[in-house]
Nanobody, 121 residues
Framework: QMQLVESGGGLVQSGGSLRLSCAAS????????MNWVRQIPGKEIEWVSG????????FYRDSVRGRFTISRDNAKNMVYLQMDSLKPEDTAVYYC??????????????RGQGTQVTVSS
């Protein structure tokens, strides 16, 4: 069972940036597609971004494309999400997780405790 710890969240003004990190242990991430998802209060969890095993293909939901960048370091068992030009509607708890297959739009069953991102207007 993979354990995941997300970090890097915080309070930032609109237009600001944050870099989220996801540290995995217990299993190697190098055999999994990795996703970032988020949960906005009162709404269902939604897929944000995904990256393939080799890290050479990345995917984003329309509302974050061009502002967010996902990356991974399989040697370090880490996944990252660089978030720029943040907007108040990006406020959410962000989670990372593995997906066994093509993961675009998929919500990982395994996730960490999440990291809170709050964007003030």
């Amino acid at each position: 069972q993979m354990q995941l710890v997300e970090s890097g969240g915080g309070l930032v003004q609109s237009g600001g940036s944050l870099r989220l990190s996801c540290a995995a242990s217990g299993e190697e991430i190098g055999v999994y597609w990795m996703n970032w998802v988020r949960q906005i209060p009162g709404k269902e969890i939604e897929w944000v971004s995904g990256i393939n095993i080799r890290g050479d293909r990345t995917f984003y939901r329309d509302s974050v494309r061009g502002r967010f960048t996902i990356s991974r370091d399989n040697a370090k068992n880490m996944v990252y999400l660089q978030m720029d030009s943040l907007k108040p509607e990006d406020t959410a708890v962000y989670y990372c997780g593995p997906y066994g297959g093509y993961g675009v739009g998929r919500i990982p069953a395994q996730r960490g405790q999440g990291t809170q991102v709050t964007v003030s207007s």
